[in-house]
């Protein structure tokens, strides 16, 4: 079961601290990674190719050529 922060003993929160700041860099990186990247490839010019729904893929097997 769950403990709050004050029903720990003090060396339990420092431990607890240590592992939040490790948690909270780690995924604050990972997260400032993807903007910094989103940031230098963004480009509203792209234009995306689409399918329409009466395109057929062309199947052609070894023993037809």
Known sequence: ???FI???TESDRR?????RLVTVAFYGSILAG???YMAL???PEV???SAGPTTHAK???ASQR
């Open 1 to 3: 079961m769950q403990k």
């Open 6 to 8: 004050d029903q720990l």
């Open 15 to 19: 431990v607890v601290r240590k592992w």
């Open 34 to 36: 993807m903007a910094v």
């Open 41 to 43: 490839h963004w480009d």
């Open 47 to 49: 234009n995306y190719a």
């Open 59 to 61: 199947v052609t097997s």
